[in-house]
């Protein structure tokens, strides 16, 4: 029974279950119809939608394509006018050119057809020219007959004889007119030299420069006097010793006298007791220290006087050792003369000359300055001074006119440049100022260097000084070679040599120094 129950139970479900999923079908179908009626109303809208919008679509773009259309179709048009507009200038130049060519040709089929009728004229006037000319040939030839039978001389034979005459006749008027013309130069030329010399000389107005031989160093008090003796007179000893120089010490208030004839030893002994007189410290030691920066001073002040003295001249590219020959010209003398001052003043004579003869005034003055540096060096040589200046000269690349001038202004050489004759005036005219020269201090000078010469021809001399004029002769010997005995002898046999090879006025007192020193450093 239970059983039964179940199976029937169970029945029931399937059945109602069968039952459940048809009612389920049947409703989803009814649903399904429904959603698809309406999708196909909303598609059905949609697309009447998109076909309305398309169409608007459709209209729109026709209408912007038309406007495009004619757009493109204005500029086209512009174009094709501005073109049309180029083409009708185009044409219109042609026709321009046309009727300009057309007229150019007429013209020139004239002008042919003148030049054709001229042409026929000349030929016509060429024809009648020659027959004239051969008519006008006969007539002279039958002329010329007839003067020969008459004459009785042929054609040539008179045509020599009124050569002859006529070249006797012109060069009679010819050597008149040359000698006339050469008188006329000389004179002229005369004049012109003598108005250039003046006016240069007038121009040129410098003062005399003489050199002495002596220094006056003017002192605050003669109380200063003492301290430049030293004790014993050792200090005045020790800076004639260094220096070379006679230092006179004598009445004279505030002044002591320094003596020399080298203006270079004088200069360094001045500055060095100018130093030594400032400073207060005055023996021996410190008298040998500042005498040896004193001559470092004097070389560099030699360097400074060459540089102002180019400059001041106006003279450029000059080598450094002619800058420092020129700057030892002030430390030398000509005659008396101060060498750089002369030299100076024959550039300057040389640059107003040149420039009144239409010359290079800075290659004269150039010229001028350097015409003595032959005269410069220390050391004694057979060549003249000319000829050395010029060698020195071409070593440090002057010109060769400049050198010329050199070596020509006392005629060693041949003068080849008109710079030549002109440094040899300048420097006649520099000399001959009334007082500008002496020729007694020159040789004076000459004399002394030939005396200290004589002592440094021995063995183991180290410094010799002429001094009292050429009266004594102080030299100093190294006393690692020379013994006191050596001394004594060598003081004789330079008083000796003295003696028979130079000529001098009294007497010459030889004076052998040797001195021995011991020196260490304490550390």
Known sequence: ??????????????????????????????????VVQRAKKSAAGILKEAKTEA????????????????????????????RDKKIGEAEKRIRDKESQVSSEIAKNKNL?????????????????????????????????????????????????????????????????????????????????????IINTIQRIGTEEAIDNCVSVFNLESDDVKG??????????????????????????????ILSCFDTVRREVARLSLHKLVTDGRIHPARIEEVVKKTRKQIDE?????????????????LHPELIKTVGRMKYRSSYGQNLL???????????????????????????????????????????????????WAEKYGEKPEVCNAIGAHHDEIEMNSLLSPIVQVCDAISGARPGARRQVLDSYIQRLKDLEDIAFGFGGVKKAYAIQAGRELRVIVESEKVTDDKAANLS???????QTDMTYPGQVKVTVIRETRAVNIAK
């Open 1 to 34: 029974m239970e059983t039964t129950t179940i199976i029937i139970i169970i029945s029931a479900l399937i059945v109602g279950l069968a039952i459940g999923y048809g009612i389920a079908k049947v409703l989803e179908r009814n649903n399904a119809s429904k």
């Open 55 to 82: 169409e608007s679509i459709k209209k729109d773009k026709i209408l912007q394509a038309k406007e495009k259309f004619i757009e493109l179709k204005a500029e086209h048009e512009k174009v094709i006018l501005g």
């Open 112 to 196: 042919n057809k003148d030049l054709e009728d001229k042409i026929k004229d000349y030929d016509n006037r060429n024809e009648y020219l020659e027959k004239k000319q051969q008519e006008v040939d006969k007539l002279h030839a039958s002329k010329v007959q007839q003067l020969e039978v008459i004459s009785g001389l042929s054609a040539e034979e008179a045509k020599s004889q009124l050569i002859e005459s006529l070249k006797d006749t012109a060069k009679a008027d010819a050597m008149s007119m040359i000698q006339d013309t050469v008188e006329e130069a000389k004179l002229t030329a005369q004049q012109e030299a003598r108005k250039v």
């Open 227 to 256: 301290r430049i003796i030293g004790r014993e007179g050792r200090n005045i000893r020790a800076i004639e010793a260094a220096t070379g120089v006679e230092i006179i010490v004598d009445d004279t208030p505030e002044a002591i």
């Open 301 to 317: 002040e030699i360097i400074d006087i060459g540089k102002r003295t180019v400059i001041d001249l106006g003279i450029h590219g």
């Open 341 to 391: 001052q002369h030299s100076r003043e024959v550039a300057k004579l040389c640059g107003v000359m040149a420039a009144e003869l239409g010359l290079n005034p800075k290659l004269a003055k150039r010229a001028g300055l350097l015409h003595d540096i032959g005269k410069v060096p220390d050391t004694e040589t057979e060549m003249p001074h000319a000829l050395l200046g010029m060698q």
């Open 492 to 498: 004789f046999e330079i008083s000796q040599k003295i």
